[in-house]
């Protein structure tokens, strides 16, 4: 089993529809969750970060988490041609104090007008 | 203004010359990191420097080396680079190793030839 799985997609949705990406996670023991986006050939960019059950927003961005379950979200409303991109999800290892980021694989988003 | 500078941005080498890629960060943090991506493949912890100790992942080859000779630079060696290092090379920073995000550079393209 992967540390940090997502559905490495391609996600299509529709312009202004809610693009919901999905992440899960096998140490029970994390601690910070993090979104990242990669526009093809740049590197990751940080969206938004949660440490604490429930949502956060931020913007058109919505990060849902659910320790019970190790299971992360992002929400994006209102999605744009713009927000098509590989959206990376990475947890902190709750282990030690390495600060050491697992990456998921990413889920690829379409964004169709 | 960028943060987090890597050069070159694309680096072409042989097969068995070695190569040097460089990060610089004007964010004064303590933490530098070196992670390899591969493509469609999440982004891969190398290791990593806090301050001045350095941290090897345990499946990093030894043919990786970095040094970090003051706190705004850090340097990956590939003594001798194989096919299978041609990736992208991301450098990121991070204050502490703690709960601080991370922020990453634009990243080195290398190619092996």
């Known amino acids: 089993q992967k540390e940090v799985e997502q559905n490495s997609g391609p996600l299509s949705v529709p312009e202004g529809a809610i693009a919901s990406l999905n992440c899960t996670y096998s140490d029970r023991g994390s601690q910070s969750f993090f979104w990242y986006r990669q526009y093809s050939g740049k590197s990751p960019e940080l969206i938004m970060f949660?440490?604490?059950?429930g949502d956060k927003e931020d913007g058109r961005f919505t990060a849902q988490l659910n320790k019970a379950s190790q299971y992360v979200s992002l929400l994006i409303r209102d999605s744009q041609p713009s927000d098509s991109a590989t959206y990376l999800c990475a947890v902190r290892s709750g282990s030690g104090n390495t600060g050491k980021l697992i990456f998921g694989q990413g889920t690829t988003l379409q964004v169709k007008p | 203004d960028a943060m987090v500078i890597q050069n070159p941005r694309y680096q072409v080498t042989q097969f068995g010359k070695p190569v040097t890629l460089s990060c610089s960060q004007t964010?004064?943090?303590?933490?530098m990191y070196w992670y390899q991506q591969k493509s469609s493949q999440a982004p891969k912890l190398l290791f990593h420097y806090y301050d001045k100790d350095f941290n090897n992942e345990a499946d990093t080859p030894d043919n990786f080396q970095s040094r970090r000779p003051n706190t705004s630079f850090c340097f990956l060696d590939i003594r001798s680079p194989g096919l299978g290092d041609a990736a992208m090379y991301l450098c990121?920073?991070?204050?502490?190793?703690?709960?601080?995000?991370?922020?990453f550079g634009p990243g080195t393209r290398l190619t092996v030839l």
């Open positions: 964010l004064n943090h303590n933490v």
């Open positions: 949660i440490y604490s059950n």
């Open positions: 990121a920073t991070s204050r502490d190793l703690s709960t601080d995000t991370q922020y």
